[in-house]
């Protein structure tokens, strides 16, 4: 677990998680814009408000499985 927490925490691991971030994020927009109803407009949302914690965490340069390895 601590070899995946330093990975997380390295160059790679952050862009890695900015860009999964991102690629959530414009599903989100996907599904907001294209499918009709109301399931639509909640799932959509739900997936861009989710692909901002990858994003932010990326950037921020922590990991939320941090608190699990100790």
């Given at each position: 677990?601590?070899?995946?927490?330093?990975f997380?925490?390295?160059?790679?691991g952050?862009?890695?998680?900015?860009?999964?971030?991102?690629?959530?994020?414009?599903?989100?927009?996907?599904?907001?814009?294209?499918?009709?109803?109301?399931?639509?407009?909640?799932?959509?949302?739900?997936?861009?408000?989710v692909?901002?914690?990858?994003?932010?965490?990326?950037?921020?340069?922590?990991?939320?499985l941090?608190?699990?390895?100790?």
């Open positions: 677990m601590a070899g995946l927490i330093s997380m925490n390295g160059t790679a952050r862009v890695l998680r900015v860009v999964l971030g991102l690629v959530i994020i414009l599903v989100g927009v996907y599904v907001f814009m294209n499918v009709a109803g109301t399931m639509g407009l909640v799932v959509g949302l739900v997936l861009i408000i692909g901002f914690v990858p994003v932010i965490m990326g950037i921020v340069g922590r990991c939320l941090e608190p699990l390895a100790r």
